[in-house]
């Protein structure tokens, strides 16, 4: 399981690390959209700043498209923030893009955690999130 889940009020962080499959994004997403606490939240945080690859079945990568747009009817209120610019986050973005999907979600792209957070603090002022351990 090469990512951490850090659940805040109003948000979700999505820590991947290490050697990442398209299976563990899969599992990730189904934490946190059969989670209680998804309908509350307004942001997801996704970095893959620590990640040192990922490997994607397409299959996989329609299911995720799949799960965001059921997601994204239980919870229409939520924006996605990339962090960091990584070459693991272009191909991410490239994998996603190649199933013709459109993103359900507004999304942003950040530089950093703290970019992202002072960003979103503005926008709720009860918003924090420590940084993964």
Do not use: H
């Not at 945080?45 to 329609?62: C, G, H, I, Q, Y």
């Not at 693991?88 to 459109?102: M, P, R, S, W």
């Not at 979103?120 to 993964?132: L, V, Y």
């Amino acid at each position: 399981m090469p990512y951490k889940i850090i659940w805040n009020s109003s948000y979700v962080c999505f820590d991947y690390y290490g050697k990442v499959t398209s299976e563990d994004i899969v599992e990730s997403n189904k934490e946190v959209y059969g989670d209680p606490r998804f309908d509350e939240l307004r942001w997801e945080l996704v970095s893959f700043d620590e990640t040192e690859s990922v490997a994607f079945k397409p299959a996989n990568v329609r299911l995720i498209a799949y799960m965001d747009e059921a997601a994204a009817r239980s919870n229409p209120y939520i924006s996605v923030a990339f962090i960091g610019k990584t070459s693991i986050l272009k191909e991410v973005e490239e994998a996603y893009a190649n199933t013709g999907a459109k993103p359900t979600w507004p999304v942003f792209s950040f530089e950093s955690r703290e970019e992202a957070l002072e960003y979103i603090t503005q926008k709720d002022p009860s918003a924090s999130c420590p940084k993964p351990s």
